[in-house]
Structure formats: C-alpha cells, structure tokens
C-alpha cells in the first residue's frame, strides 16, 4: 500500500460520547462538524445515533447533508452559522435548524421560512458569533413568540477550568435568558467538565468525542500508519530533505515515508515529532514536505515497512504539543489520501 492508512474505531466514539453523557442530566447532543473533525461525518454521526444521540450540530449548512443522509428524516441538525444568505433550500430540503446569529439572520429566516424551526445563539463575551446584549434585548419577544426550539452561546474559555471567563459567561447568560421557557446550552466538551452549573438544558460536546483534550479520559479514537517507500544508509554529516534542515551527527538510516503536509502533516512538525515502530521512537528528521517526510530509524532492530504517527504510543494531543499546535487542527486537516477502515468491538 502506497499511502497512509488510516483507522477510525467508531466504538470508541461512541464510548466517549456516552462517557461524556453520564457526566449530566441533561440530553447530549453531539457536534458533527468539519466532516466528524475529519473522520467522516456520515459513519461518524451513525455510530453516534446508535448510541443514542438524537440531536447533532455542523458548522454550515452544505455540511448537513452527509449527516442527514446517513442519519435519515428524525435527529435534529442543527446549524451553528445560523440562516446565511442562500442557505434557505438547503434548510428547507434538509430539515435543517439555524442557530440565528444576528436580527438580520433573524428576519431573514422569518421572512423565507416563517414555520420553519430555528434556534437562537448569543454572544456572551466571545466576540465571535451570536446576538449581542442590545440586539436580543430588542428582538427576544418576536424570537420567543415564535418558540425557537434552543438559546446556547459558547465559552470561550472552557479548556482552562479556572479561567475568570468561565463564571463571567455564566453570568451573562443567565443575565440574557433567566426566565425563558425554551431549553438552553452552553457547554460544548470543556463545559460539561466544568460541572452541572455550566450544563442547562443540552451539552454539545464536540472534540471529547474524537479523543483529545480536555477530556483526559476519552477513548483514543484514531489510528495513522505510514508505509516506508525507502531507506537509505547516510554517513555522517550528510544532509536530509529540503534547505538541507538536518544533518547527520552518526551514520545513519533513514526513511522515506509516503506523507506529507498534503497528508495533514503540517510543516510545524518538522524536526519535532516523532513517529513509532513496535515501541521504538523514530524522529522526524528535516522538512514536511507535500508527499514525503524523512524518518531516522537507525535505532529500530529492523527495516519497518511502516510507521506509526498517531496509536498507541502518541495521541492526537501529544502529536499537536510537539507541533506546536491543538488537536483539533491535526484531525481537521487529514487529507483524502488515507485509506481508511472503520472498526467496531
């Protein structure tokens, strides 16, 4: 095989989604989106109805169709980037739910899909999406006759547990929406750790599910072998890959393995990560290249036919610490070149 496997355990998904839902009360949602945080959102999202959730969320709207295909008319899908200008049919067709951002995404909706079912987010202090305090303030009655089926915002700060914004956005929340009727949410993975008073009436947890941080015990989810197309032995001194970024200090063998940047790889890793072969560390010698990445493997008993960069020895998070990076980024970012398996136990 000449490209990079990878293997999804789509039980460990669901043990990590069901890990997260004991934690409250309330219903567990599960966030869906950037294709299931690159591991395919239609297997992803199947897996995770079968365990038992019922409600799901995407980025944008084009991302609903995979999970409505695989998921079929019932589960709510809902849309954190709200009603954009050309999303109405998608919606429609779909049986999307927007999550409206602003009064002008309000009327929008209003005024093309006045029966059609909707959501409320509001900015509590990110900055980023939501209705602000004045414009809420001035439009909540209208909203909340036609009974939105959810009112949420998103801490910004949740992975730090004793981070000042945690309490500040709690406040401003129950500030904006005490007294309503309508369920609530407010906590994605980092929230439902903070406890029940972050939880309200629906948790969204999205990146706890996939195996990284801050949920320290979730299941590891992904699996990266790369095969080895080469190895060649160096002599001392000399130089490897592009701008000639590393150089032998010892004879040396090296391995040519079939990945790159365009593999998710990114060039942060460079001369910093390290990838395995049955339990012996390789490091990544010189630059990320598109297709390629070079591996000192003078240390391993053999010749490895491939090599391991996510598994059993590094997760997802200790790959994205030695790139300088989250784990967020390093899922999002494979490319399509993985050939891919879904397993189940």
Request: charged fraction near 20%; glycine fraction near 10%.
């Amino acid at each position: 095989m000449s490209t990079g496997h990878l293997t999804i355990d789509l039980s460990a998904i669901a043990a990590n989604w069901q890990a997260l839902d004991a934690k409250t009360s309330v219903e567990t949602a599960a966030v869906v989106k950037a294709d299931g945080y690159g591991l395919g959102a239609g297997r992803v999202a199947k897996a995770l109805a079968n365990a038992g959730a019922r409600k799901f969320f995407v980025a944008v709207a084009e991302e609903g169709s995979a999970v409505r295909t695989a998921l079929g008319p019932g589960p709510e899908i809902s849309v954190f980037s709200g009603h954009m200008d050309g999303d109405t049919e998608a919606l429609r067709d779909l049986a999307l739910t927007p999550m409206l951002n602003s009064a002008q995404q309000v009327k929008r909706h209003f005024d093309t899909l006045p029966d059609h079912p909707f959501g409320v987010q509001l900015d509590t202090g990110m900055n980023r999406l939501g209705m602000e305090w004045d414009d809420w303030a001035e439009t909540a009655e209208p909203i909340m006759r036609a009974k939105p089926t959810l009112v949420m915002s998103h801490l910004a700060c949740a992975d730090e547990p004793d981070h000042p914004m945690n309490p500040y956005q709690l406040d401003v929340f129950h500030q904006m929406t005490d007294g309503i009727s309508t369920p609530r949410s407010l906590a994605a993975t980092g929230g439902v750790l903070l406890g029940t008073k972050y939880h309200f009436d629906l948790t969204r947890p999205g990146i706890g599910l996939y195996g990284g941080a801050p949920f320290a015990n979730a299941q590891p989810v992904a699996r990266i072998d790369l095969p080895v197309i080469q190895i060649r032995n160096l002599a001392e001194g000399e130089v490897v890959g592009y701008g000639n970024s590393w150089q032998t200090e010892r004879p040396a063998r090296i391995a040519t393995v079939a990945a790159g940047y365009a593999d998710g790889l990114i060039r942060q890793m460079s001369g910093k990560a390290t990838l395995w072969h049955d339990g012996q560390p390789c490091p990544l010698v010189g630059r990320v290249s598109m297709d390629l990445i070079t591996v000192d493997v003078t240390d391993c008993d053999d010749d490895p036919a491939f090599l391991t960069i996510i598994g059993p020895h590094q997760s997802i998070d200790d790959l994205s610490r030695a790139a300088g990076t989250i784990g967020y980024e390093i899922l999002t970012s494979l490319g399509r070149r993985y050939s891919r398996r879904y397993t189940t136990r």
